[in-house]
């Protein structure tokens, strides 16, 4: 069974705190020579300087070699984690073993994540599906009908070797779209079992808003995409979280964990905004605890994680653009 | 269509930014070429007055010395402001690293002390007026807050 690795990330090493503060301490030291002595023309102190933003330099570069290395391994780190998930959706349910999933390993970790948040969302759908959804034009409009689960693995085969074809040629909307069908049909699936809607912000509108995203995106309106993003969290928000439906969460989940691996794969492009904090071990530690609580049915919890992290939402055009 | 005008709006701030580095680095040459001047026609070697040592001392610095210095500190500023005008032209169009960024005014911020007291020291020393040297410190110090400026409102 999958489980997170508990030893957590790698510990940021002590030298990095000593070496900051050693940078703080210098640079302060010398500015305020710097001023000290040009007001008092005092050539001494101003000689001060020279030893001093000297240290502070040799110390940024030592800080950046230690932190670059630090935050390589917390990477490896990541890697590991969504390799675990993989392989354990891969083991369960034995259907799954059919799935295209060699596809991930030519296009790099992300995609590797990307297909284990599709895995993670359907997992517990195909273990327990008894019906098969059949919709045309792959779920994006609302055609549907329930039918028996012999063929169920040929639609949801194909989507996933569509996804997996848009990560590799790296198109993002095409892959997103792909994440909005498994929705779709994962949403649908709990319909069909219990042939009624449960919640006010009904599968529908939630289908249709993750929709219209999607739809703005692949146009690059990148206003109305923002505007509908929004307009679901706040609908989601409405409904009372901890009542969702099982699968809604999951959809959710599976949404959240691909931004967030979009967001690490921006890095490449130089879109990250994240100063000098490390991504990769935030994202380690929130994959791990929502993998947690998730399995405990706490759904409190993983609301707030993902709802506490939903702040970044308008950064997806960022990444598009 | 959104990220077409993006794009012109980050062209035309970087084309700014490019622009201002060019007109006043004619100013700060021009300064730069009477300070030189000025420490050329110098002879002596630099005394620095330590008062605070008990008893007082007075540190002797050969010029060229001081010359040298002022140079390896002149390129350490040329290396860091050409890599941090790099990565500020990224903040137009939206492409930084922060943590680049970050690093990249550190250094600089620091080879712009070191290059304001290693001017003044030589300044003091040989005797340049004061308008004169604030000139310069002061056309220092404001360069990057003007391109700064330009990137983020131009």
Known sequence: MFSPNRKGV?????????????????????????????????LSLLLLVFPLSLTSSVSLIIYQRIKGAYIKKNKQKLVEIIRNAASFLEKKPPQLTKYDITLSSKTGFVWEGVISSFLISTAHFLNHSRYLIISEDHGRNKTWSC??????????????????????????????????????????????????????????????????ISTSLKQRNLFEADLFQERLIENLKQENPPKMTIYKWQALIAYWIW???????????????????????????????????????????????????????????RILV | MASSRIEALANRRTNLADWITAILSIFWSVWW?????????????????????????????????????????????????????????????????????????IHLWISIILLLSSVTMMGWAIGIPDPMLFYGLILTIIWPLIVLMTIWRG
């Open chain 1, 10 to 42: 790698i510990r940021e090493s002590p030298y990095i705190i000593i070496i900051r503060i050693l940078i703080l301490i210098t640079i302060t030291l010398s500015s305020a020579l710097f001023v000290y002595g040009f007001i008092k023309r005092e």
């Open chain 1, 147 to 212: 039918e028996p689960e012999s063929s169920i693995l040929i639609d949801v085969a194909s989507i996933t070797r569509k996804m997996a074809n848009a990560l590799s040629e790296d198109d993002t909307v095409q892959t997103f779209l792909s994440i909005g069908e498994l929705y779709a049909l994962s949403l649908q699936n709990r319909r069909c079992l219990e042939n009624k809607t449960i919640i006010k912000y009904s599968d529908e509108s939630f289908i249709d808003d993750i929709s219209k």
């Open chain 1, 259 to 317: 931004l967030r691996l979009s967001l690490l794969n921006s890095i490449k492009k130089g879109f990250y905004f994240a100063g000098w904090s490390d991504p990769y071990s935030i994202l380690y530690r929130q994959i791990d605890a929502i993998i947690r609580y998730f399995k405990n049915e706490d759904w409190l919890e993983v609301s707030e994680i993902i709802y506490g992290s939903f702040d970044w939402r308008t950064w997806i055009p």
């Open chain 2, 33 to 105: 070429g009477f300070f030189f001047g000025k420490v050329i026609e110098y002879k002596n070697s630099v005394i620095i007055p330590v008062p605070y040592l008990n008893p007082p001392y007075s540190l002797e610095i050969p010029l060229i010395t001081l010359v040298i210095i002022n140079l390896v500190i002149c390129g350490y500023f040329a290396s860091s402001y050409v890599h941090w005008l790099w990565n500020a032209q990224k903040v137009a169009y939206r492409s930084f690293l922060v943590k680049d960024l970050i690093n990249g005014s």
